[in-house]
């Protein structure tokens, strides 16, 4: 095969996200079968409990990440605040009967107090939104709702998550990482898919659908 007609080999994924992805490969994937989205979403009330379940998760979430100091990293501290959106989808809908529940506690939201382990929290936050733009359009089609409502978090709208998540990428290639740092990124990642757990939990415990809770 000449040069020309060879297909050019995938860029090698920086030393933090190589780290991340296998450190949190088994949380990510037991979180999406706990979570089955879209195929737990059959009505309205079904999509008003998940979404309130993303709430309760992400708006801690998001505000503590929003708390530290990215200059490291030369990125912006907001995440574009998803959790407003997640309360305009929440405003379309049937309200769901845990909606007013108690928000979890301060103590129970991953510890962010490093570089190294904010960026864990954010890789898991960024890495969610790039998938929403597939479960949108399933679920407005199955639930009959015009493009957008109540699925603006889905479809991030107004935001950009390709650009968030290639602006993650860089400014995590360019800053030289040492090993405990690496893993204090992967630790935090892993506490922020469980504090995602946690959070839902009360939620989703009568929204069960075909998915089963991971022990």
């Given at each position: 095969m000449s040069e020309q007609a060879r297909p050019a080999r995938p860029e090698p994924a920086p030393p933090m996200l190589?780290?991340?992805r296998a450190g949190t490969r088994e949380h990510h994937l037991a979180l999406e079968r706990e979570w089955n989205i879209p195929g737990r979403i059959r009505s309205r009330a079904d999509l008003s409990a998940v979404l309130s379940a993303m709430l309760a998760s992400w708006a801690p979430l998001e505000r503590r990440l929003a708390a530290v100091d990215w200059t490291g990293l030369r990125l912006d501290p907001r995440l574009g605040e998803a959790a407003d959106l997640i309360r305009a989808d929440l405003a379309a809908l049937p309200p769901h009967p845990h909606r007013a529940?108690?928000?979890p506690a301060d103590a129970?939201?991953?510890?962010?107090?490093?570089?190294?382990?904010?960026?864990g929290g954010r890789y898991v936050l960024l890495g969610s939104a790039l998938g929403g733009r597939v479960i949108a359009p399933t679920v407005e089609r199955r639930l009959d709702l015009p493009e957008g409502v109540a699925?603006?978090?889905f479809r991030r709208r107004g935001m950009a998550p390709g650009r968030d998540w290639r602006d993650f990428r860089i400014a995590?290639?360019?800053?030289?990482?040492s090993a405990a740092e690496l893993a204090q990124a992967t630790?935090?990642?892993?506490?922020?898919?469980a504090f995602v757990d946690r959070a839902a939990a009360p939620f989703?415990?009568?929204?069960?659908?075909p998915s089963r809770r991971v022990g």
């Open positions: 190589a780290a991340l529940g108690t928000a129970d939201v991953p510890a962010f107090d490093s570089l190294a382990r904010a960026a699925t603006g978090f995590v290639a360019a800053r030289n990482w630790a935090a990642a892993r506490e922020t898919f989703l415990a009568d929204n069960l659908g």
